[in-house]
C-alpha cells in the first residue's frame, strides 16, 4: 500500500495520543468492574503528577460521557461471572480509548453483534464525542435507518473503488441520479449494500442453479448483475459533482497547514507507576478468577492429601528408597503440571497485554515483573501448603530448615513452570494449542528430569546436554533428594 498520511496539511505518524483505534472484539478482562477497569487505564497512561481526585475526576467524566453510570459497580463479566450487556461492554471499549482525548478515533464495526436499541445508543455516543470537537472515522455493519442517519459524511467502497464520498444525506440523490433509486420502504443502508455488494451475484447464481423458472422480480435491481450496477455507479461518480467537491477538498486540507499537535506517547505515567498499577490489577483479576488459582490450589491440597497417604509414614529402611524416589518424583513432576490449569486465564491476560501494548501503555518489562509479582502470594500457598501436608505425612526429616528448604525448591519448580505457560500463551493462538503445546513441553521436562532415567544414562546428545541442564525438573528433584533420601 502506498499513499501519504496528512494531519494538518503536514506528513506525519499517527503517533500515541494523535489516533485511538477501538477493535471489532471487546478486549477486557471480565473479573474488574467498568469504573475499575477505567481507572486502572488512566493510572496507566494519565501524567503521574496528577493527583488521585483528578484522575477520579477524568475517570468519572468519561463514565458519564459515554452513559455507563448506570453499571460503573458492575462486573464485565467472563465464564463465571455474570456481566455487562455487549453494548456496555463496546462503549467501555471506546471509553478506554477517549479517555485520553485523541484527536481522530478509528473503529472497526462498532455496532457488530449488537441489537437495534445498542447499536444506536453506541453510535449516538460517538456523534456526541464529535460534536465536541474530535474527529469520529468508523466502518458499519448494516446499519439501521436510525443509526444511518446519525452520520455526517459516507464513503461506499467496494473492491477498492470509490462508489461515493459526501455528506451522508447525499447519498441516496447520488443513487437515484445515477438510475438505481432507493425503493421507499427500504432501508438506505440496505439499498446501497445490495448495488455494490458482489455476493449478492452468487447467491442470485446459486438460487437459479436450483429453481429454474424463477420469475422476474418487480425490484428492478433483482434483475441486474452487481458488478453492471458497481461499474455503472463508479463511472457516475468520477464525473459527478460529489467526487469534484471531494478532489477540491483533499487539495484544500493539503495545501493548507494547520497548528502542530502535540506529540505524546502512549502512557505519560512513570515505570514505576505502571509496574505498581499493573500489579495491582493483576492480583486483583487472579483473586477474583477461580480458574486462574483458587482451583489449583483445591486440587495440590487433594492431591498432597493422596500423596501423604499413599506413602505415609515410609520409614528408613532400605526399602523406603525406592518408594521416597517415587514419591519425590511425583510431587517435582506430576504436581507442577497442573499449571497447564491456567490456559484459559493466561490467554485472557495476554490478550490484554497485547491490545495495551500495541497502544503503547506500557512495555514487556513491566508486564512480566508485574504479573510474577501478582501472583508469587498464590505460587507461595500453593508450594507451603503441599509441602506442609506432605513433608510430615510422609516423615521426609525431622528438622525444620530442610523444611523450608524443600518449600522453596517447590516454589522455585512451579513459578518456573508458570513463567513457561506464559512463554507458551503468548505463543499459541487458543486455548487448544496451548494446552496441547504446554502438555507436550512438560512432558520432555518430565523424561529428562533424572527419575525416569538417572542423569549418567541419559543420552548425552540433545537430551543430557543441554535439554537436562536447562529442566528445572531435574534440579527441582536432585535438590530434594537430599532432602528425601536422609535418614
Not at 465536541?132 to 436510525?146: A, C
Amino acid at each position: 500500500m502506498t499513499g501519504n498520511v496528512l494531519v494538518n496539511g503536514k506528513k506525519r505518524r499517527l503517533d500515541y495520543g494523535v489516533a485511538a483505534y477501538v477493535t471489532q472484539e471487546n478486549t477486557l478482562l471480565g473479573t474488574l468492574t467498568v469504573k475499575e477497569t477505567i481507572t486502572y487505564s488512566a493510572h496507566l497512561r494519565l501524567p503521574t503528577i496528577l493527583t488521585k481526585e483528578e484522575v477520579n475526576g477524568i475517570v468519572d467524566a468519561t463514565i458519564t460521557e459515554m452513559g455507563l453510570q448506570d453499571c460503573a459497580d458492575r462486573l464485565i463479566g467472563n465464564w463465571h461471572l455474570r456481566g455487562i450487556s455487549g453494548g456496555e461492554k463496546k462503549r467501555l471499549s471506546i471509553a478506554l480509548e477517549i479517555l485520553t482525548k485523541p484527536k481522530l478515533l478509528f473503529l472497526d464495526e462498532p455496532t457488530s453483534g449488537l441489537d437495534s436499541a445498542s447499536a444506536f445508543f453506541v453510535v449516538q455516543t460517538l456523534r456526541y464525542i464529535a460534536l465536541d470537537g474530535r474527529t469520529v472515522i468508523s466502518s458499519i455493519h448494516q446499519p439501521s435507518s436510525e443509526v444511518f442517519a446519525l452520520f455526517d459524511d459516507l464513503v461506499l467502497l467496494s473492491g477498492g473503488l470509490t462508489i461515493f464520498s459526501g455528506q451522508a444525506n447525499m447519498a441516496l440523490e447520488f443513487f437515484a441520479r445515477a438510475g438505481v433509486p432507493c425503493p421507499s420502504r427500504r432501508n438506505p443502508s440496505d439499498h446501497f449494500l445490495r448495488c455494490i455488494n458482489s455476493d449478492f451475484d452468487r447467491v442470485t447464481m446459486n438460487d437459479s442453479q436450483r429453481i429454474r423458472d424463477i420469475p422476474k422480480s418487480s425490484d428492478p435491481l433483482m434483475n441486474l448483475a452487481t458488478a453492471e450496477i458497481k461499474a455503472m455507479l463508479v463511472e457516475k461518480y468520477k464525473s459527478s459533482e460529489y467526487a469534484t467537491r471531494t478532489r477540491a477538498r483533499i487539495r484544500e486540507i493539503s495545501s493548507t497547514e494547520g497548528p502542530m499537535i502535540e506529540k505524546r506517547s502512549g502512557s505519560q505515567a512513570t515505570w514505576w507507576k505502571q509496574l505498581s498499577t499493573l500489579t495491582k490489577r493483576s492480583f486483583l483479576n487472579m483473586s477474583r478468577d477461580m480458574g486462574y488459582y483458587w482451583v489449583r490450589i483445591i486440587i495440590y491440597l487433594l492431591l498432597s492429601v493422596c500423596v501423604g497417604t499413599i506413602f505415609f509414614n515410609l520409614g528408613t529402611d532400605l526399602n523406603s528408597i525406592l518408594a521416597r524416589g517415587a514419591c519425590a518424583g511425583f510431587i517435582s513432576g506430576f504436581m507442577t503440571f497442573l499449571s497447564i490449569g491456567g490456559f484459559p486465564s493466561f490467554l485472557e491476560e495476554m490478550k490484554v497485554f497485547h491490545k495495551e501494548r500495541l497502544n503503547g501503555h506500557y512495555g514487556i518489562a513491566v508486564f512480566i515483573l508485574s504479573n510474577f509479582l501478582s501472583s508469587f502470594p498464590f505460587l507461595a500457598v500453593m508450594s507451603i501448603a503441599t509441602a506442609s501436608i506432605t513433608y510430615y505425612m510422609v516423615e521426609f526429616h525431622s528438622q525444620f530448615p530442610r523444611f523450608v528448604f524443600m518449600c522453596l525448591d517447590l516454589l522455585s519448580a512451579i513459578a518456573a513452570v508458570e513463567s513457561s505457560m506464559m512463554i507458551i500463551a503468548s505463543l499459541v493462538p487458543n486455548y487448544l494449542m496451548g494446552v496441547i503445546v504446554g502438555a507436550g513441553y512438560l512432558g520432555i521436562m518430565m523424561m529428562t528430569a533424572g527419575f525416569f532415567r538417572l542423569p549418567p544414562d541419559i543420552p548425552k546428545p540433545v537430551w543430557r546436554y543441554p535439554i537436562s541442564y536447562l529442566n528445572y525438573g531435574a534440579w527441582a528433584l536432585q535438590v530434594p533428594g537430599k532432602t528425601y533420601f536422609s535418614f
